[in-house]
T-cell receptor, first 118, second 115 residues
C-alpha cells in the first residue's frame, strides 16, 4: 500500500520569504517516482517535478528546489523568495515504476494550500 | 510532454441529468485516467480508460454511474450519469507521457455544479 502525507494543510508567508512544503511517503516498492504538482485557483494541475527513487540528488529550478531524502522517506519542496503568483495548492504524489500497464496508480497527498501575502 | 484539453470547462446541471466530458491529448499516450476532486479535497482516481475495452474502475466507482469510452489513443470521454448535488466536483483527465511512461499530466479540469 502507498501513502503520501502532507501534514501542512495551510501555510501563509509574506512575499519574498522562503517557504518549505513537507511531503512524507510510505511505499513497499523499491523503485518509484515522486511528483509535485501545483494547482492555482484556476484549477489546472501543473506538473512541477518528477524524481526517481534511485536518484537522490537534490534539484533546483529557479526559485524552486527539492530535497529528496530516501532515509526519511521525504521529498520536500522549497520556494525561495516567494511571490504572490506562487499562491496555490501544492500536491505531492507517489507512483511505482510501471511494470504491468494498468496496475500502477498515482497516490496523492491531501495538498498544502500556500498563500503568499503581498 | 502531453497537452491535454477538456470540454466543457464548466457546467451547471440539473439533478437527474447526465453530462459527458471530453478529453483530447495532443499526442499518442498509453494510459489515460479520470480523476475527481471534490471541493477542498485531494484527487481521487475514478478509473483508468483503456483503449478499445472497458475501463478499469476503482473501488467506489461503477460503470453505470461513470461510463467511460476511449476509442483511440488520444481521446476519451467520461459521463456522469443521473447526477446529484454530491457529484459537484472538478473532473480531471490525465495521461502518461514519456519514454517510460514516467510523467503524468493533467487537463485543465471540468468544474461541475449540480443543482
Amino acid at each position: 500500500a502507498q501513502k503520501v502525507t502532507q501534514a501542512q494543510t495551510e501555510i501563509s508567508v509574506v512575499e519574498k520569504e522562503d517557504v518549505t512544503l513537507d511531503c512524507v511517503y510510505e511505499t513497499r516498492d523499491t523503485t518509484y517516482y515522486l511528483f509535485w504538482y501545483k494547482q492555482p485557483p484556476s484549477g489546472e494541475l501543473v506538473f512541477l517535478i518528477r524524481r526517481n527513487s534511485f536518484d537522490e540528488q537534490n534539484e533546483i529550478s529557479g526559485r524552486y528546489s527539492w530535497n529528496f531524502q530516501k532515509s526519511t522517506s521525504s521529498f520536500n519542496f522549497t520556494i525561495t523568495a516567494s511571490q504572490v503568483v506562487d499562491s496555490a495548492v501544492y500536491f505531492c504524489a507517489l507512483r511505482p515504476v510501471f511494470r504491468n500497464f494498468g496496475n500502477e496508480k498515482l497516490t496523492f497527498g491531501t495538498g498544502t494550500r500556500l498563500t503568499i501575502i503581498p | 510532454s502531453a497537452v491535454i484539453s477538456q470540454k466543457p470547462s464548466r457546467d451547471i446541471c440539473q439533478r437527474g441529468t447526465s453530462l459527458t466530458i471530453q478529453c483530447q491529448v495532443d499526442s499518442q499516450v498509453t494510459m489515460m485516467f479520470w480523476y475527481r476532486q471534490q471541493p477542498g479535497q485531494s484527487l481521487t482516481l475514478i478509473a483508468t480508460a483503456n483503449q478499445g475495452s472497458e475501463a478499469t474502475y476503482e473501488s467506489g466507482f461503477v460503470i453505470d454511474k461513470f461510463p467511460i469510452s476511449r476509442p483511440n489513443l488520444t481521446f476519451s470521454t467520461l459521463t456522469v450519469s443521473n447526477m446529484s448535488p454530491e457529484d459537484s466536483s472538478i473532473y480531471l483527465c490525465s495521461a502518461t507521457s514519456g519514454g517510460a511512461l514516467e510523467t503524468q499530466y493533467f487537463g485543465p479540469g471540468t468544474r461541475l455544479l449540480v443543482l
